[in-house]
Each structure stands twice: as C-alpha cells, then as structure tokens.
DNA sequence: AATCTCCGTGAAAACGATTACGTTGGCGCC
DNA sequence: GGCGCCAACGTAATCGTTTTCACGGAGATT
C-alpha cells in the first residue's frame, strides 16, 4: 500500500495531524523548527495530499475545465497551449472535454464537470444564453470565447474578427482591389457573422460604389473550392475574393488554378485565421492573424480573475486584436495608400460589473 | 448557495442518505417503486454528486491524466482527440498537461497529478525507466506513448516507425531510386531513432551495394533546409532524400527549389508523418501515415483495461501501423515493382503478464 | 506576584458521499 | 403460532483533509 497520509506523517513526526497540515500550507502556527522537521518527514515518506479529501473541505478543486468543439488542427492545440501555460503558471489543473458538435453532448459534458472544477472555459460556436443557464450552475465562474452571449453573468473574450475582416479589406482595396467578392462562413456562426459584418462595413467605407459579392461557405475547403467557382461562373469574376477563413481560401485557390487564373495577377485572395498551411502553399496566402495562444492564457487569465474575487465578481468583455499578415496571394501594394490605416493589435478591454 | 447534497435529496424523498446513494448508483436494494421516487427528486433538485466526496471513500477520481510534451500542431489535436473520445466513452475525464520541454517540469506536473486520477498515459520522448520509478507512484497504471521503454511493469503503444521507415525505401527503391539519403531526427528521439534503423534496414536490403547517406536534422524545418543544401553540396547529389518527418522535408524543398532543381524528375523526397501541410505544398509530398486519433485512442483503451482488472494487471506492448501515402515528390511507380511487399497496417499486439 | 496575552499545539468537528452492519416487517414453512 | 429468512431500509463508520476551538505555558504588564 502505497498510500501515506497526513497521519503517517504525523505520527513519524511526533505531532498532530493539524500540526502536519499546517506546517505544510501556510507555515503559519508553527515553529519554524517544528515546521521544517514536519517537513522533512513529509519528504521523506513521499507525502502527497490526497486531492480529493482536501477539495472536499476546501470547497476547491484547483481544477478548471475547457469545453470545446470538434475542433482541428491548429487552432485546438494553440488554444489549449495557451490555457495550459497560464493554468501551470497559477496552479491550476485543467480538464479538458473536447469534440463536441451537437449541443447535447456538450450538455452531458457540462453536467459531468459539475464539482470538478472551479471555473470554466467555454468555447462553443452555438452556445446561447439558455443553454449555459440551463446547464451551468449560476454559481459557477465562467468565461466564455468567442461567443455571441452578452450577459452579464459571464465573461467574455472576443477576437475582433470585425476590425481584422476589416482590415483586410481596407489591404486589398490599397493593393487596387475593388471588386472584392467575400466566401462567408457557416450560418449562425458567430466568428463568421462578425468578419462578414467587417467585410460590409470596410465595402461601405473604402468601395461604396460597389456593390457587395457575396458567396455560402461553412469553413471547408471544399465549400471554398465550390465558391471559387461560383465566382468565376459570374459574367466578370471579381478582382479580389475574401474568404472568412484561410481553409476556404485554399479550396479557392485551387479552383482558381484548375481555371487557368494566376494569383495574384489575374486575381487575389485572402484568408482569415492565419494556420500554418497558408504560409506553404504557393503562392503564401494573404490572411488575418489570430494569436491563439494568448487567447487561450487570456481566457484563463480572466477565468482566474473572476474565481480571486469571487466575492464580488467582475465580468469582463475582453476582445483580442488580429493582424493582416500580407503574403503573396494580394500583389503589390499600390504607391499610395489610403490615409488613416489604423493599427489593431493588443487588447481592448471593457468592464462591467455584475448584478449582485 | 446551489449546493444540493445527499442529505437534501434524502429529506425530500422521506428515505435515508443511503437509500439514495443506491438509488442512484447499483439500483439494488430498494424497491423500484421507491427508486424511482429518489430519482425524480435528485433530478427536480438537480442533484449532482459531489466528485471529491464519492472519490475520498471510493478512491477512484474516474480521471485520466495525459502528460505531453511541447507538440505542437495536428499531432497533439489528434492525439489529443482520439484519447477524449475513448474517454468520454467509457464516462472517463481528463486531465491535460502539455507543454512540457524540461525534465524537471515534467516531473513536477507528475506529482501534482498524483491522486487526482486513476491512471496515466505519458507521451514524452526523453522519459527514461528511472525518471518513470522516480516520479509515479509504482501502483499507478500507466501507459506509455512513442517510448524506448521496456518495462513489465508499464504498457506501451508504439508507432511502428520502423516498419513505416522500411516501407518507404522500398517505395523509393521502386521507385527507381536506390542513392538514397536520410535526414535523421534530433539524437535520443525514439521515433527518429526508429526510423533511421528502418532506413538502414531497407537499404541493406533493397540497396545492398549503395552506402547509406545520412546527415544529421532535429525535426524543424530549418534543419530540413540546411540538410538538402548539404546534400546537394555533396559531389553527386543523391537520387533520392528520406527526410525523418516532413517538417524537415518542406524545408529540404525549399533547399531544392532555390538551388533549381525539380522535384520528383531532378531529385525524389518524402517525408514521415503526413501532417495536413504535406498535401498542400507542391508538389504534395509523398509520406508515411500515422493514423494519431487512433494512437491515442488505443493508449486510452489499453489503461481503461488496465484499470479493470488492476487485481492481476496485464501490461501490454503494442505497435500501431502506418502506412506509405504516395503523393507527387518521387515520381511514378516502375512497371515491375519489387517482389514481396507487406502491407502494414493496424495493430500488432503483443502480451506479457506482469509480476506480482 | 498575580493576571493578561499570546503562541504553539492537539482534539475534534466538519465536508459529502459509500457501504458494512443492524433492524424491521412480511412471508413461508413446519 | 412460532421460527427463520430475506428484502428493504436506516444508522453509523469511514475516507483524508482543514479548521475551529480549547488548553497550557511562557513572557509581558501591572
């Protein structure tokens, strides 16, 4: 049996078990002499506390749990990345339950994480204000990504895709691009709502005599390769295709290629997300950057914020700034830039706090 | 407060705390009409057991632990994904920590994870036997991934990089190419080490009277670019170069491309992992499948089955086949292809009964 | 010198579940 | 009708911690 307790160490010690327990957290109410031997005995014997019978009295778990989609790739190993290290860094535990795709099992997920951990993370595409009311306990600290909820029970942390899709918009039309076509991405998706919202917004401001050109995609390069040639079934193709994600684009361009199209000479593209991939394809693509990573530490940051003081707690609405990343698949720049090119990057912050 | 326990449920369906504890767990020992009564209480109150007080008397958290190292990418998603799947099927947790590039920090996630789960599942390529003795509790069930460890007392789930290294010179060879190089993985890397010995076997078969060529990489990209511009300065450049993983492949067609060479016609590549950016690049490159959602799904399998039967533990050591996906980089097939090829794929297994 | 105040320490009560062990009552059998 | 048995249920012990409280002694204060 390999399971010594606090009271193996108390004994060999010659204290109480309250002595051990003190000793081993705060320090505080012991001698520093008998403290040091307590610890040294601790050591010795290879004394682990046992989690569960201190999160029992503790009321803590030290365990915070991440709900996430059936994501790929990148992004999903970024995205944990990210948590993991600023978890470790504050002593958290992290549990992890990835892969859902329909709301029910990530309601089954939820409910099994009840009591396991201390706060949560939340990165769910169609998650909404019912659903987290049904199936998370009011009580529970949460912080929700990339979501469209706005409650003021839960925080939340955005990438502004609006002001990268934006953006993105305002390169191509700099790079002479005016007839810009956007592949949008799957419906009810918020990422996809915000960055088709960008693209429109940016249209109206830099090429408000052209009217918008916009294609169904749901962020497979297969949707991308379908929408690429759609556009090029149009009576004059576009001058430039904007896709939602950088996926899409791929299958863009491969549909461009099959056409005879040189990009970006006879057209360009651009993508959003920035994933590995497009830095190797040929010609590199053109996209918006997103840092996963610090999204990921940025959600736990603000997870741990809340669960410090959880007394009264502050809900924030965070949003995290993207960059266009300029590569191949937009050509050059043109001589003379549009005036008052703004610089997004960092993160804008805005508190609110919640009803008591 | 939303803390609704036993006790609360108890009151309310007029029966005693034990008669709700099996109610809701074996059913057995209360009558069904009863039970049933219990049931719908626990759900109106929305009871849900809380995890450290069953785990402190049951001594079971029903938590895997998953120690990784610094992945990055598709393989940790994958791997990542095919362990919760498993998990989540067999109503199993878990708990991640990733990220690890220092012994040291390895050891210490080690310990903290200690009695918060059941068993583990450790994919670490420096970890050697005496780290294992030295940080994991010896009653632990343990599976290890990718390992050179050879111990009774923990299972392993191997990738066959052998196998996989062997068949893929015997693609080249049929390839028409016998003045093959190898680019080798960083020193003391188990799959790097394995796969060097597969292409030192199959040339020694396929290839007897050819010297082996083999310079020296660490996986990245960059020491894939120094290593083809190596070998191009070598007096003849080989045929064909086997880079060790396909990182190291792109940047050797970088190296290719710059010094103007044409992939497959001037020089013939391939690469080992299939990560998704080997099929983007052009040409795509022709590699060698691992198939990771099914790595970490075995790895997850073969520890529930330890944890079944932990009276009398069995540990295992298998081996999960890959297999050669022949893309653009090393031209067409001979017509006559060598005799006697294997087709390589699922799992071999193999069992030894541990020591009591 | 008597009292007060700490400070270190130990005893014991939680925490919320599971489960071994009693207790009860109903039923069948002799 | 008495006896035993079994099923249903309750009582209470238990898991390993933290934390409150009580206690005693040493030093400070009067």
Redesign the pocket.
């Known amino acids: 049996m390999t ?1 010594v ?3 193996d160490v108390a004994r060999e010690a ?6 051990v ?2 000793a ?2 705060g320090g505080n ?3 520093a002499e ?1 403290g040091q031997r307590i610890r040294e005995v601790a050591k010795r014997l290879r ?1 682990v ?2 989690a569960a ?2 999160s ?3 009321r803590r778990t030290n365990t915070i749990g991440a709900l996430l989609p059936d994501l790929h790739g990148e992004f999903f190993s970024e995205l944990i990345r990210g948590i993991d290290l600023a978890a470790r860094a504050r002593g958290f535990h992290l549990l992890v339950s990835s892969s859902h795709d329909s709301g029910e099992e990530a309601a089954a997920a939820l409910r099994a994480m009840q009591g396991r951990v201390d706060g949560m993370l939340i990165l769910s595409p169609r998650v909404d204000a019912a659903f987290l009311h049904a199936n998370l306990p009011a009580a529970l600290p949460t912080v929700l990504l990339n979501s469209a909820v706005k409650s003021k029970a839960y925080s939340v942390l955005n990438i502004d895709n609006y002001t990268g899709a934006h953006a993105m918009v305002q390169h191509l039309v700099e790079t002479g691009h005016t007839q810009i076509a956007f592949i949008t991405g799957p419906e009810k998706n918020f990422d996809a709502e915000q960055r088709e919202m960008g693209y429109r917004a940016a249209m109206a401001k830099y090429a408000p005599d052209v009217a918008v050109n916009i294609v169904a995609g749901d962020f497979t390069e297969d949707s991308g390769y379908h929408a690429g040639r759609t556009l090029l079934a149009q009576p004059t193709h576009p001058q430039a295709v904007f896709a939602a994600n950088d996926m899409m684009a791929v299958g863009c361009l491969y549909a461009f290629k099959e056409a005879g199209l040189n990009v970006p000479q006879d057209i360009a593209l651009a993508g959003f997300d920035d994933i590995p991939i497009a830095r190797y394809i040929s010609p590199a693509l053109t996209t918006v950057r997103v840092r996963i990573v610090d999204l990921g530490r940025s959600a736990l940051e603000q997870l741990a914020a809340l669960l410090e003081n959880s007394d009264q707690p502050l809900t924030t609405a965070q949003t995290l700034g993207c960059e266009v990343i300029v590569r191949e698949t937009c050509g050059k720049r043109l001589a003379t830039p549009l005036p008052n090119r703004k610089q997004n990057s960092g993160i804008r912050s805005f508190l609110s706090g919640r009803e008591s």
Chains 1, 2 share one sequence.
Not at 14 to 19: K, L, T
């Open positions: 399971a307790t606090i009271k010659r204290v109480s078990v309250a002595s327990s003190r081993l957290n109410g012991v001698t008998t004394y506390p046992h019978a201190r029992l009295i503790t």
